[in-house]
């Protein structure tokens, strides 16, 4: 089974706080969740994450 690798950064994270864009965001999440589609993260989007910034 071949997986898709999904590039996300920290505006798909922060998604999932947002009302407009929670369903998609969350959905996505589900998606890696369950193993039917691969997180890819850069290191920046990981230092972000790490500082607490653009979340």
């Known amino acids: 089974m ?3 690798r ?3 950064d920290t505006s798909v ?3 999932c706080f947002d009302q407009v864009f929670a369903e ?3 959905n996505l999440f589900e998606e890696f969740y369950n193993g039917r589609a691969i997180a ?3 290191r920046i ?3 972000e994450i790490k500082n ?4």
Do not use: A, E, L, P
Not at 52 to 55: E, L, R
């Open 24 to 26: 998609w965001s969350n």
């Open 6 to 8: 999904i590039y996300i």
């Open 40 to 42: 890819v993260f850069s």
């Open 13 to 15: 994270i922060g998604g």
């Open 52 to 55: 607490g910034q653009h979340i």
């Open 2 to 4: 071949h997986r898709q």
């Open 45 to 47: 989007t990981i230092q």
